[in-house]
């Protein structure tokens, strides 16, 4: 936790201070934990939508063996998130502006991680941004996503009033955990999926996609430190 309050102190804006306590109280040291046990070690690491940075650098700081990009479209948050790993001395932590989808900018990855993006993105061009994840990944990788479920419906109900304070122009397409599964695995991937517990009404929805050609025929167990090696 103290690595965290590091990170956010860093920020020069209050309102950015705020979001990120806020963002992770909402995504607490657990959650963390949990989605970072998948990710290697070491390698090269994507962050897809990457906002601020918070979460590149709550996987980065302290990390050096994983290289990690930041990307975003909003340029504001990207030169945001810059400043914070420059003042952090975190070295191997990265942003730049850019789309997941062009591939010549994304480069290849030991892992690429996308943390509630998928359902602001138009519903028509998810299967564009699945595929061009898919061909940047290096073999061996895998891809982490966090996102939410249509039901219950409550819980759907309860994230779409939160999404639209933090942000009334955000569009959303929720998707159901088997439409966004299908997608995954029409894409090449085995896919791992599991619910995670919040003491708030999320419905969170973790999917561990390793590609098929692995011929990874199980679903995929944590990393261990080192398992990826540097490219």
Partial sequence: MSDLRRIIGVYDSLLIRAYATIRFRIIDLRFIEEIGQYLPGRGRILDVGCGFG?????????RPQRRILGIDLDRRRVETARAAAARLGAGNVEFDIGDARDAKLTGRFDAVYLLDIVHHVPRAAVGALVAAIRL???????????????????????TWLLDKLMDPRTPVHYWSTAELRALLVRHGFVVHV??????????????VC?????????????AADGAAAIR
């Fill in 194 to 207: 599991h619910q995670m517990r919040d003491l708030l009404p999320y419905p969170h929805v973790l999917y």
């Fill in 136 to 158: 940047a990944l290096l073999p061996g990788g895998i891809v982490i996503i966090k996102d939410v479920d249509r039901r219950p419906a409550y819980k759907r109900r309860f």
């Fill in 210 to 222: 390793r590609p098929i050609a692995e011929g990874d025929a199980g679903g995929p167990s944590p």
């Fill in 54 to 62: 918070l979460f590149a650098l709550a996987f980065g700081v302290g």
